[in-house]
């Protein structure tokens, strides 16, 4: 009896600590009640597919998040960087040399943001919103506005081959994700930036190299966002000046929507994931449900700002 | 033995401190006191390395010492447990514990955090020294005693030969405070660390304490053990 009881409040326990899945879950089924399609394999393969660009940069924002900054760059890297990619591919490098110095250049972005924030103490928000700028006047230059098409076919390898009707894209992406969730969870520098999201003068007082670690952070948000450029790109098939440029705010709504502190200190990446797949949900909803596109954007903003008035809500009375 | 000898500190025209000296045997603590501005602080960022001294020789175990900075004292053996305890609020107990200095394991070529021993070796710490907390908790859910425990155990983890003590008690119940002065005599006892204790509170450093220094203007107005000065006499040499 007494063992029961504390079964089921370990089991709540847990609930409530994943509630973001349980709120994505339910939201989920309750929707298909009414788009009957959503329960199709093949219209679950697609949310899982179309929800990989969300999901990439909402973990990098996380990642910031966690230090207690934020990145608004990542939209312009995630155009930027691919664009760059396939440049040094048309300048004569192999493609898988290309993908790399794809991901170097969302490195590198994120290296020089956040030398700028800790050596000279710019505002991370000024930064990278200027850094964005930059980025994406950048990107309008070079394609005059007109996407990039003509990509190689071994750039498109991931979003074109499948594992039966898998695309290997889901399982890039996969792997992609459980090398974050161990990197946050189990590696010294991970747990660091928890510690200095939390409190970075203590975290200076006892040795940590704050400054690196923080470097660090951006150089990943960085990372994340060229990753998630490369998956779009190779799904679609080109790149264009307008790429991520949607997924900003939802990239900056799902780590809220799944409890990762705005202060720093707080955040467990696996419920980013389905804070992201939440905000890709509302947008197939929006769509699926036959609302006027006047509408689409108006909608999709109420829903996540409700998403995260119910979060605040739930948070404030479990006293956290 | 610890001992300073004719300690100065200039900032520009002002002498915060002038030719402070004292000598502790080994194992024994050191209570300083002071108003504002007296130079405590000033003589325990000279102690821990946050400062240099315009004159004066420092000597650890009878040997003259200097520290370039504080991470250079903290390699010659001084700990320090500051005012706000440096511990990170939304953190657990284990995590706070080790932070700057985690533990690792190899699985393969990669390096990871070894969660468990980390966790074990806190509980092993705090259990040495006679008290107990739930290394899964975080810090903001613990009591200030139980905060206190941590920042001083941590501090001495690294068998330091001198454990400054920075104001660190002004957040405690009476209870509390009589649970500190025990733990820190214990911790004393057996590990026989010398300690230099700063507080306003001057019972906990007369309850505490072998020795106590009063400064007064940057200057030493007594430097004494502990049951040769009664409250009233450390109150009267504080004030001008």
Redesign the interface.
């Known amino acids: 009896m007494k063992s029961s009881r504390h079964l089921l409040r370990a089991v709540w326990a847990k609930l409530m600590e994943h509630y973001t899945w349980l709120l994505f879950i339910v939201i989920y089924l309750i929707t298909g009640i009414f788009i009957p399609t959503l329960f199709t394999s093949v219209t679950l393969l697609n949310v899982v597919v179309q929800g990989t660009t969300v999901c990439l940069l909402s973990l990098g924002m996380a990642f910031v998040m966690i230090i207690g900054e934020i990145d608004l760059s990542i939209v312009a890297v995630a155009a930027f960087a691919p664009l760059a990619g396939i440049f040094s591919w048309e300048a004569g490098f192999p493609v898988p040399v290309s993908i790399l110095f794809t991901l170097l250049v969302g490195v590198g972005v994120g290296l020089f943001n956040g030398l700028m924030i800790t050596k000279f103490g710019v505002p991370s928000l000024v930064q990278t919103v200027s850094m964005w700028w930059i980025l994406a006047g950048l990107v309008l230059i070079i394609t005059r506005g007109v996407a990039k098409t003509g990509l190689p076919a071994t750039w498109m390898l991931l979003g074109r081959v499948f594992v039966g009707p898998v695309p290997l894209l889901v399982f890039f992406f996969l792997a992609v994700v459980i090398c974050a969730l161990i990197f946050a969870r189990r590696t010294v520098t991970g747990k660091r930036l928890y510690l200095v999201g939390g409190n970075s003068e203590a975290c200076s007082a006892m040795g940590i190299p704050v400054n690196t670690v923080k470097i660090i952070a951006f150089m990943i948000s960085g990372l994340f966002a060229a990753l998630s450029g490369y998956v779009l790109s190779a799904r679609m098939g080109f790149i264009s000046a307008r790429f991520a440029v949607e997924w900003l705010m939802p990239a900056i709504a799902a780590p809220v929507i799944a409890g990762v502190s705005l202060t720093g200190g707080r955040g467990n990446l696996f419920n980013v994931i389905a804070g992201a797949y939440l905000v890709q949900l509302i947008v197939i909803i929006v769509r699926a449900g036959g609302v006027s596109g006047y509408f689409t954007e108006f909608v999709q903003g109420l829903l996540v700002f409700i998403a995260v008035m119910v979060d605040t809500g739930k948070r404030r009375v479990s006293g956290r | 033995m610890y001992n300073i000898k004719n300690v100065s500190k200039d900032f520009g025209t002002v002498r915060a401190l002038r030719d402070v000296s004292f000598t502790l045997e080994k194992g024994k603590i050191l209570g300083l006191v002071g108003d504002n501005g007296a130079g405590k602080s000033t003589l325990l960022k000279i102690l821990s390395g946050g400062l240099q001294p315009t004159g004066g020789e420092i000597y650890l175990g009878g040997e003259k010492t200097r520290f370039k900075n504080t991470?250079d004292a903290?390699k010659k053996g001084i700990a320090i447990a500051?005012q706000f305890l440096?511990?990170?609020?939304?953190?657990k107990v284990w995590?706070n514990f080790f932070?700057?200095?985690?533990l690792?394991k190899k699985i393969g070529p990669l390096?990871?955090?070894d969660?468990e021993k980390m966790k074990r070796l806190t509980e092993e710490a705090v259990t040495r020294h006679g008290q107990s907390v739930d290394v899964e908790q975080e810090i903001k859910d613990i009591s200030g005693e139980q905060r206190q425990i941590i920042a001083v155990t941590r501090a001495i983890e690294s068998n330091p030969k001198i454990l400054l003590l920075d104001e660190s008690f002004t957040l405690l119940s009476l209870e509390g405070r009589k649970e500190i002065v025990q733990f820190l005599r214990k911790v004393n006892n057996t590990s026989g660390i010398n300690m230099v204790i700063v507080s306003h509170d001057l019972d906990l450093i007369k309850d505490l304490s072998h020795y106590i220094m009063v400064l007064r203007g940057g200057e030493k107005m007594f430097f004494g053990r502990t049951d040769e000065i009664s409250i009233d006499e450390i109150v009267n040499y504080m004030l001008p």
């Open positions: 991470a903290m500051y440096e511990l990170v609020e939304i953190a995590e932070m700057g200095r985690e690792t390096v990871f955090l969660i």
